[in-house]
């Protein structure tokens, strides 16, 4: 079933630059879609409309589901630095999330527990970010993502900054993760690879402004799909 339906969006900035064009993308449960492209080339723009975290100056973002509000709270958002507050240990960040919707430090706890179980750092509650290697730190910045029990997670070039080996070691993590899970991403790299080993659905975006000019599929076929 579609989630979500990106339809002929364009989005054009106050100061004038044109990000997307005619972006039409629908997104289905358990999909894991990479939206590869150069880079400027108007992905981080997409995955912010998808979120509802700015407007399309035209066209429509549905959720044929259920209301948009609804949905919105069930988004889980990974940027592409870690963006964890050094004043706050690792439990505290993963928080967050949930405290922002008004949950309590004690309600959380299981939860926080839960995601961190799952990226693997449940032995690393009370570290500070800063005693963290770099992907310990996006480790967290998933396991804070996972705190809101998303059904769609967005990731924005998540493991861009990280050296290969611990890129592909988060890669294989994050295909276990969402099997367990059972959610649906939307990927932004500019790593063909990364799409291929990744996605069952790789949207090609052209340079900026952007538009998808093909959809392939990923390469290798894992057992889950
Ligand atoms: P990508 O994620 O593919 O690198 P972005 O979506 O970040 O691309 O940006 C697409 C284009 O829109 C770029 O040229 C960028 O400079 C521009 N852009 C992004 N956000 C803004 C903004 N808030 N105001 C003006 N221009 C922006
Ligand atoms: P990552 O690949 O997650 O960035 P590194 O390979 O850089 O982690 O490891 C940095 C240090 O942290 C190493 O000493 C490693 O043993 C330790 N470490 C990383 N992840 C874990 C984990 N889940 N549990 C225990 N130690 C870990």
Redesign the pocket.
């Known amino acids: 079933s579609t989630l979500v339906s990106l339809n002929q969006v364009s ?1 054009v ?3 004038g ?4 064009e005619r972006f039409k993308l629908d997104v289905h449960s358990g999909d894991f879609i990479s ?1 590869l ?12 409309l998808i979120a509802g975290l ?1 407007g399309p100056t035209s066209g429509t973002v549905t959720w044929p589901g259920s209301s948009e509000a609804d949905h919105r709270s069930e988004i889980g958002f990974v940027f592409q630095e870690p963006t964890l507050m050094p004043w706050a240990n690792v439990a505290d960040n993963v928080w967050l999330p949930l405290r922002l919707r008004g949950v309590s430090r004690q309600e959380a706890k299981g939860r926080i527990a839960e995601s961190l179980a799952l990226v693997g750092l449940q032995d690393f509650a009370k570290a500070y970010p800063r005693e963290l290697s770099g992907g310990m730190k996006m480790r967290v910045s998933i396991a804070r993502a996972l705190s809101v029990k998303p059904r769609l997670l967005l990731m ?2 998540p493991f861009a900054a990280l050296d290969e080996i611990t890129r592909f070691k988060l890669n294989d993590d994050l295909l276990k993760l969402q099997g367990e899970l059972n959610c649906t991403i939307v990927f ?1 790299t ?1 790593s063909v690879f990364e799409s291929a080993y990744l996605s069952n659905r790789i949207a090609v ?1 052209s340079p ?3 538009r998808i000019v093909t959809e392939i599929a990923g390469a290798f076929p894992h057992e889950r799909r």
């Open positions: 989005k900035f106050a100061n630059v044109a990000a997307l939206l492209g150069p880079s400027g080339c108007g992905k981080s723009t997409a995955l912010r700015t924005d070039e932004v500019h975006l900026r402004p952007g």
